[in-house]
């Protein structure tokens, strides 16, 4: 391990991770938020107690590799896995180098000297047939639910719009020329999705699905928004979503589970262009788009030419 500097602020990694949580966590996203803090917890376990300078990229090697495998715990749920062991090093990593930045760690002591784990890519593409048997789930109600995730399943694949900006949707989002939206996960310069038949259509019927009259294109059966910007989550759309997923795998001919984002994924999949396929998913860089959202399989033309 290298020397201890003279300079180091911190003698353990328990009150740099304290003073992080403190000072530099609540900027943070609800959802990064909710992450540093249940990170933090397992990182405390294994280095709270040492010096942040002691600490080697051989020691972040060893906790990659043992947080890597997962198992149960008594209530059954999964604890651990490569992606899991990432992100909480990605945390731990950011942690210190805030230290660094504030002058209370000299230098920092693993960033770049490690590899972190590899990581599968989701590969679920979701099937214009399959789209169609969503759209054959019944209901003997007019509006509700059923009718809501319908739209709204329209509404994403006609525009490509992430979850969180859909649901935010008002009725001022729609304008002359199409909607407006500035993405809220990257605050995004801002996107207009031009109006065309089909979408006015489905936000019609998103419009005519609510249980009351509101401001929001979705909204719950008091009028607000399903996205709760205090805990970052929309737990009541997720109820309905995981409720209508079964019904989907229930009454039709879909055998394959798929998930709210795999539809945004296919989104990106199916615009040719990549330059057109970050655009419509307000991507910044198309690298993101390249890299996890471009999932159709690539037609090979055999025979002879």
């Known amino acids: 391990m290298p020397p201890e500097s003279p300079r180091t602020a911190y003698s353990s990694v328990d009150k740099l991770l304290n003073?992080?949580?403190?000072?530099?966590?609540?900027?943070?996203?609800?959802?990064?938020?909710?992450?540093?803090?249940?990170?933090?917890?397992?990182?405390?376990?294994?280095?709270?107690?040492v010096r942040p300078s002691r600490i080697d990229y051989l020691d972040i090697r060893r906790y990659l590799t043992l947080r890597s495998h997962r198992t149960k715990n008594a209530q059954g749920k999964w604890l651990g896995g490569a992606t899991i062991a990432n992100r909480e090093i990605e945390i731990f990593q950011a942690a210190v180098h805030w230290a660094v930045k504030r002058g209370a760690i000299r230098e920092h002591p693993f960033k770049g000297k490690f590899d972190a784990n590899k990581e599968s890519a989701r590969t679920r593409y979701v099937k214009d047939w399959e789209i169609d048997e969503m759209m054959k789930v019944g209901t003997h109600r007019r509006s509700g639910s059923v009718h809501s995730i319908k739209a709204y399943i329209k509404i994403k694949l006609l525009t490509g719009m992430a979850k969180?900006?859909?649901l935010?949707?008002?009725?001022?989002?729609?304008?002359?020329?199409?909607?407006?939206?500035?993405?809220?996960?990257?605050?995004?310069?801002?996107?207009?999705y031009e109006w065309i038949p089909e979408l006015r259509i489905a936000v019609d019927e998103a419009i005519a699905a609510r249980p009351c009259t509101s401001l929001y294109l979705?909204?719950?059966?008091?009028?607000?928004?399903?996205?709760?910007?205090?805990?970052g989550e929309a737990r009541g759309w997720k109820t309905m979503w995981q409720n209508f997923i079964k019904k989907v795998m229930l009454e039709t001919k879909i055998?394959?589970?798929?998930?709210?984002?795999?539809?945004?994924?296919?989104?990106?999949?199916?615009?040719?262009?990549?330059?057109?396929?970050?655009?419509?998913?307000s991507h910044a860089s198309s690298s993101t788009t390249?890299?996890?959202?471009?999932?159709?399989?690539?037609i090979v033309h055999t025979g002879t030419h």
């Open 218 to 231: 979705f909204c719950n059966k008091n009028g607000k928004c399903y996205f709760n910007e205090a805990t």
């Open 164 to 166: 969180g900006d859909i």
């Open 168 to 192: 935010r949707l008002t009725q001022s989002d729609l304008k002359h020329d199409g909607i407006h939206i500035r993405r809220h996960k990257t605050n995004h310069k801002g996107t207009i």
């Open 290 to 298: 390249r890299k996890h959202y471009r999932r159709k399989p690539e």
């Open 255 to 281: 055998t394959e589970h798929f998930v709210d984002h795999d539809l945004r994924a296919k989104v990106g999949s199916d615009i040719e262009d990549i330059e057109n396929a970050r655009k419509a998913l």
């Open 19 to 49: 003073d992080y949580l403190l000072l530099a966590v609540p900027a943070f996203s609800p959802p990064w938020r909710a992450l540093c803090n249940s990170a933090i917890i397992n990182i405390k376990k294994s280095f709270g107690n």
